[in-house]
């Protein structure tokens, strides 16, 4: 079942030749804006929660989001889906070949003949190839409510915008937060470490996984900086168990403009910013 838990727009229009739609879909959620291609002003939003049982698939979803989305069933100029899912592996550019992309995702992740293969080049780091795989059925789907579609991966937005901005640091954890799951990022002297997804119900859960990867990388926690964007509220207990971690914790926001001054009206700034940096 999926449910709209927001939606901001501005007047009309927010459709048609003149915008972007961009998506951002994971099992749990999925979060929708239209983009001015002009100035660039984000002028509609949406975010839905897809509570999905074992005998919904997801034509049923997307059933249910174009009934209740001012968004899902307009025309654009440009559509462009970010998956933000865990089967994702960074790749060597020169060990990446027509057949190998498959090959390392399922050496990791297991073979299945129900997932399609994509991948795409990090600007930031300019040798290495962000190689996933998602859903045959769902890039069907997309096809065709869509017909013409871009496709790419959280990870590559994540990576290619901490490695702009924050080369010089010498040890550096992004954490971004979703409901349920949290993507964390290791760097050392500006240089990638680890990225993965990790599942997680209650706080301990994901006190672990941060602990642990921090041990795994050596990284010193009273030294380096930790950033934190996403869904995470700053009064839970998961946050103050972060503060007593990790010494240097900055949060990560973008400046409100468009229709996201409304949505801060309602959200933290720094709730919905790994979605709105996907429009930058």
Request: glycine share 4%.
């Amino acid at each position: 079942m999926a449910r709209k838990k927001a939606g901001f727009y501005q007047n009309d229009p927010i459709s048609g030749s003149a915008f972007q739609l961009i998506i951002e879909l994971d099992e749990q959620e999925m979060r929708c804006m239209s983009k001015a291609l002009d100035n660039g002003t984000i002028v509609a939003f949406e975010y839905f929660s897809l509570d999905k049982d074992q005998t919904e698939d997801w034509n049923d979803i997307f059933y249910e989001i174009k009934t209740i989305s001012k968004l899902f069933n307009k025309t654009y100029k440009q559509v462009t889906c970010f998956f933000c899912t865990p089967e994702s592996i960074l790749v060597p550019e020169k060990f990446l070949t027509a057949t190998s992309a498959e090959d390392y995702l399922n050496l990791v992740y297991g073979e299945s003949s129900r997932m399609e293969v994509k991948y795409e080049k990090l600007i930031a780091t300019r040798s290495f190839i962000n190689t996933y795989r998602i859903k045959k059925s769902l890039a069907e789907l997309l096809t065709r409510q869509f017909i013409i579609f871009q496709t790419s991966h959280v990870y590559t937005s994540l990576l290619n915008d901490v490695m702009e901005r924050r080369k010089g640091e010498e040890q550096f954890v992004k954490l971004q937060f979703y409901n349920g799951h949290f993507i964390i990022a290791i760097f050392k002297e500006g240089k990638i470490q680890l990225i993965q997804t990790f599942n997680y119900k209650i706080a301990e859960d994901a006190l672990y996984y941060i602990l642990r990867t921090a041990q795994q990388f050596n990284i010193d926690t009273s030294f380096a900086i930790l950033e934190l964007s996403g869904m995470i509220d700053l009064h839970t207990e998961l946050y103050q168990q972060l503060k007593k971690v990790y010494s240097n914790i900055e949060i990560d926001t973008i400046p409100a403009s468009g229709v996201m001054q409304e949505v801060q009206k309602e959200y933290p700034a720094h709730y919905f910013a790994p979605f709105f940096k996907l429009a930058i």
